[in-house]
């Protein structure tokens, strides 16, 4: 079973950056696609970015293009979620996960192992 810490997050202003970090307990983290996604109170768990499995695709939400970038390290068990230029409506908890559906799927049914978050909060 794999298990996932995520870390990174805080309070920054509007227009700061921040790097999330998870951390994976598996040595075969990399033989696993992994999503970063984001929930708000109130609002249902959305996937901003995800990442195959060699790091060779990725891909991202549209209210995150050009601004969130994802990476991996197999070597250190390790992706990484870099958000820049954050906005306000960035706010909320993020959480790693792995993708149990293959890499189509969006939704976080398809999705497991997650870490228990953390909070990234983006003041005006």
């Known amino acids: 079973q794999v298990r996932l810490v995520e870390s990174g997050g805080g309070l920054v202003q509007a227009g700061g950056s921040l790097r999330l970090s998870c951390a994976a307990s598996e040595h075969k983290f990399n033989t696993y696609h992994v999503g970063w996604f984001r929930q708000a109170p109130g609002k249902e768990r959305e996937l901003v970015a995800a990442?195959?499995?060699?790091?060779?695709?990725?891909t991202y939400a549209d209210s995150v293009k050009g601004r969130f970038s994802v990476s991996r390290d197999n070597a250190k068990n390790t992706v990484y979620l870099q958000m820049n230029t954050l906005k306000p409506e960035d706010t909320a908890t993020y959480y790693c996960?792995?993708?149990?559906?293959?890499?189509?799927?969006?939704?976080?049914?398809?999705?497991?192992?997650w870490g228990q978050g953390t909070q990234v909060t983006v003041s005006s």
């Open positions: 990442i195959r499995s060699s790091g060779s695709i990725t």
């Open positions: 996960a792995v993708a149990l559906q293959g890499w189509a799927t969006t939704s976080p049914a398809g999705y497991g192992y």
